[in-house]
């Protein structure tokens, strides 16, 4: 069964940067696209961003030009830089996978699921 493992978060101050990955096990996920959303406390989960099968990236425009999605395909894993960050990017960070490989922003449209990863972004 196909698994989603998001690492790299922390606690960082305003201002500072952190890389998330999203390494697959148990197979390998092709023609997919890979997203990252985000779900502070009390919120719903929120989408930030995604890159699609052949490479396209959208993102939520709140974090356009500080928020960048990568994928290496030999490793089968995504990242997600994130530059200058901000007290409201404090949420825990999830990654999904959308089988059919589509342009979508609803974490409705997901399929597969990592199990989180924590960023607190203090002021």
Known sequence: ?????EA?????????SLRLSCATSGGALKYVTRAWLQQAPGKERE???????????????????RFTISRDNAENTVYLQMNSLKPEDTAVYYCAADRFGRRV???????????????????
Do not use: P
Not at 1 to 5: A, G, M
Not at 47 to 65: D, H, L, Q
Not at 105 to 123: A, F, I, N
């Open 1 to 5: 069964q196909v698994k989603l493992v």
């Open 105 to 123: 922003e609803s974490k409705d449209e997901y399929d597969y699921w990592g199990q989180g990863t924590q960023v607190t972004v203090s002021s």
């Open 47 to 65: 989408f930030v961003g995604a890159i699609t099968w052949n490479n396209y990236t959208y993102y939520r425009e709140s974090v356009k030009g």
């Open 8 to 16: 790299g978060g922390g606690l960082v101050q305003a201002g500072a």
